[in-house]
Nanobody, 123 residues
Framework: EAQLVESGGGLVQAGGSLRLSCAAS????????IGWFRQAPGKERERVSFIQITDGITYYAESVKGRFTISSDNIKNMVYLQMNNLQPEDTAVYYC????????????????WGQGTQITVSS
């Protein structure tokens, strides 16, 4: 069974950093693009960042460019999101999602999802 499990969420002050991890299992890792969405209370789900495992092509939302970095460990079947200079508007539940690749990261919607992890940034 394909599974994505997020970890690394928590509470951080504005300007701080966190690293999210997404552990993938039950599917062929290199055959997918994997990445992150987020959803804040009362707001629509937002695309954050994705990576195509085979070639390392990445996508970042404008709101996180220069602050967030996505990476993958193709031995451990892990995807990471390093988040620096976090701001209160980054507060949300962050979800890991996977989609069969090759795919257009500009239209990534995810074939299956993790349960999410909460990030809270205090001002």
């Amino acid at each position: 069974e394909a599974q994505l499990v997020e970890s690394g969420g928590g509470l951080v002050q504005a300007g701080g950093s966190l690293r999210l991890s997404c552990a993938a299992s039950g599917f062929i890792f290199k055959d997918y693009a994997i990445g992150w969405f987020r959803q804040a209370p009362g707001k629509e789900r937002e695309r954050v960042s994705f990576i195509q495992i085979t070639d390392g092509i990445t996508y970042y939302a404008e709101s996180v460019k220069g602050r967030f970095t996505i990476s993958s460990d193709n031995i451990k079947n892990m995807v990471y999101l390093q988040m620096n200079n976090l701001q209160p508007e980054d507060t949300a539940v962050y979800y890991c999602a996977a989609e069969g690749s090759p795919t257009d990261l500009e239209t990534f919607v995810g074939d299956f999802w993790g349960q999410g992890t909460q990030i809270t940034v205090s001002s």
